[in-house]
């Protein structure tokens, strides 16, 4: 129950937005589960008019002497057995009976009978099925969305410490084992609950004591249910973990094809795959075990009850009608307990993609807006580091580090690998923050700002081009979402990418495709600064924004960056070190320390860190 508590915890807010379309389902669930019951009804009368003896001293016949009638069910019994002799009055002209001639109307009543009860289950079934799907469709579409809108919100810690595996298992493994367990385990949950208890009620009232015996086997069907759930449970977890590191390994595997072919990899790779997909295999049977153990223990368990009632019919020597009635029911009783039994692995299995989603959901950045954050006014003056130390976990990256950056001037960042140059423009952007000082912009702590305004004054140049699977117009707006395409090809033309833009098949309206692979590094590499002057952001941040590139697409590309930093303020971090040289400074970082700044021949001249790094790319003081 705690695990069907939960998935309904989690499911109820996004069901409750389809409230009519839900309740509908219900209600038509609930008429199913109730019209089972008249099938019990309806094959009784059926043979009780099979026989010569009029219907009313049939039905006196029902209740043997000797076997009084339950105090609990005296009451519903008086009270049904008066409905049921109205319906009986009212169908009798409608219904053939031995010994009386038939006429056209009861020839129609006993042709349409069973024909009718079953249209109505059946029409019933499908809607409450229908609008259960329809509710579990847009649930399923809606919670996508959430878990992607929650993921952009989270900080880049937590996707340090996820696999993009995980990360897709969660938008579509777990949300669709969310939806199998909704429309087709809430229907049921709703429909066969309440086929059970009316049966039930039915055959008590037809005769209680065939039921108790009947039934009386039914809580030992619990235990191996109980044994199987948690064992689909482990068995799910499981699996669900091999999924995530074969998803991952597959991943790595598609994106980076060329160097695996390059080394000869692709043996290692593929049996990689295969080790992972034994291991799933093994689950997978696990899980099929499991599941489906349900039905033969349901059905053995039921057979055993059945075998106790035929051995107490014989002996209380019960008439024809009343067993055939009884068995109907008996019959339509156990098949709801079996697809109960379904459900509970069904809601186990749910529940761990449920509480994976829970654990998503709780969630929380470590980089956010403060409740009263500030808009963040126009850079004006200067933009600095005070006093900053930043560690990851126990790591010390940065060491109280002091920078101040006037507006306008073009600071260059060099330093070994590991010496913190990424994490000072991490902290620039807010994507982490610092565990000692402050950012500053113009005096005011980046952490009292909107990040939306914050990020909105910067425009990013990385060495990792980022290109989507849409248009080169839609790829350049994306600087600037509600650009116009006067502005997207402004930008584009001071990015020298307009030339080549137009002789692609359509022009802007060519798309890239994924990851930008129909266009070259330096064109992929001008469309993100196409983006970036789009954007028109005073701070321009450039990570190793020529690492990437040949000597002459460095050259045009650095071009561009030359003409779009002219009027802005600019934090260059570079390993090759002839790309700082239009910096008016630089600063060198060793260990999360500045152990020199100045300006680019300054350095060289001074044969410190800097200068011994450029030697070793060639370069040396003019």
């Not at 016949?61 to 009212?90: C, D, H, T």
């Not at 996820?162 to 709703?190: E, H, K, P, Q, V």
């Not at 600037?480 to 307009?498: D, G, I, M, S």
Request: aromatic share 8%; proline share 4%; hydrophobic share 45%.
């Amino acid at each position: 129950m705690r695990h069907i508590r939960n998935v309904f915890e989690f499911g109820w807010p996004y069901m409750r937005r389809y409230q009519s379309r839900l309740w509908l389902g219900v209600l038509c669930g609930v008429l199913l589960g109730f019209s089972n019951a008249s099938f019990i009804w309806a094959t009784k009368t059926i043979f009780s008019r099979l026989s010569p003896e009029p219907v009313a001293a049939a039905s006196a016949k029902s209740s043997l002497p000797g076997l009084p009638i339950s105090p609990l069910v005296a009451p519903l019994g008086n009270s049904f057995g008066e409905l049921r002799e109205r319906a009986e009055k009212a169908i009798d002209p409608w219904l053939p009976l031995a010994g009386r001639p038939i006429d056209w109307q009861q020839m129609l009543g006993g042709f349409l009978l069973l024909p009718v009860l079953v249209g109505i289950r059946g029409i019933l079934g499908y809607f409450s099925t229908y609008c259960m799907c329809w509710v579990s469709e847009r649930v399923m579409n809606d919670l996508r969305i959430d878990v992607l809108t929650k993921l952009n919100q989270l900080s880049l810690d937590f996707f340090n410490r996820s696999t993009m595996g995980d990360l897709l298992t969660r938008i579509n493994g777990d949300t669709a084992a969310l939806y199998r367990c909704m429309s087709l385990g809430f229907a049921d949950l709703i429909k066969e609950p309440i086929t059970v208890i009316s049966v039930f009620v039915s055959l008590c009232l037809v005769d209680w004591q065939l039921t108790l015996v009947a039934v009386v086997f039914v809580p030992l069907i619990l235990v191996p249910l109980r044994t199987l759930g948690k064992k689909m449970r482990k068995v799910t977890q499981s699996g669900l973990n091999v999924t995530i590191k074969q998803s991952s390994s597959l991943l790595e595997a598609l994106s980076g094809i060329r160097v695996i072919q390059a080394f000869g990899l692709e043996g290692a790779q593929i049996e990689r795959f295969r080790q992972n997909s034994r291991q799933l295999v093994h689950f997978g049977m696990k899980g099929v075990q499991a599941r489906e153990l349900v039905n033969p223990i349901t059905e053995t368990i039921s057979m055993m009850g059945l075998g106790c009632l035929v051995v107490f019919i014989f002996w209380r020597q019960r008439s024809v009608p009343d067993m055939i009635g009884f068995s109907t029911g008996l019959v339509i009783l156990f098949s709801p307990i079996k697809k109960l039994a379904a459900l509970h692995v069904l809601f186990q299995q749910t529940a761990v993609g449920v509480d994976r989603l829970f654990q998503l959901f709780n969630e929380r950045p470590t980089v956010q807006n403060k409740p009263d954050a500030q808009p963040l006014p126009e850079f004006r003056v200067k933009l600095a580091f005070e006093s900053v130390n930043f560690s990851y976990q126990d790591k010390p990256v940065l060491q109280d580090l002091s920078l101040v950056i006037p507006r306008g001037q073009k600071l260059g960042v060099a330093g070994e690998s590991g010496s913190g140059k990424s994490t000072l423009l991490n902290l620039l952007f807010r994507f982490h923050d610092p565990t000692g000082g402050a950012v500053k912009i113009d005096g005011v702590d980046l952490r009292d700002v909107v990040l939306s305004d914050l990020r909105s004054h910067l425009a990013l140049v990385s060495q990792e081009v980022v290109v989507f699977d849409q248009t080169v117009a839609e790829n350049i707006a994306c600087g600037k979402p509600n650009a116009t395409r006067a502005e997207v090809e402004l930008a584009a033309r001071q990015a020298f990418a307009h030339d080549f833009i137009m002789e692609l098949p359509q022009g802007y309206e060519t798309r890239v495709g994924e990851r930008g692979v129909t266009l070259s590094g330096g064109q992929r590499q001008r469309l993100v600064i196409a983006r970036a002057f789009v954007r028109n952001a005073p701070i321009l941040v450039l990570d190793e924004a020529t690492a990437a590139l040949d000597s002459r697409a460095e050259a045009e590309v650095q071009k561009v960056i030359d003409q779009f930093a002219a009027h802005r303020t600019v934090v260059c971090v570079a390993h090759r070190l002839s790309t700082l040289a239009s910096m008016d400074r630089i600063v060198v970082l060793s260990e999360g320390r500045i152990v020199e700044q100045g300006s680019f021949q300054e350095l060289l001249k001074a044969g410190g860190a800097f200068a011994q790094m450029a030697q070793r790319q060639g370069i040396r003081a003019e």
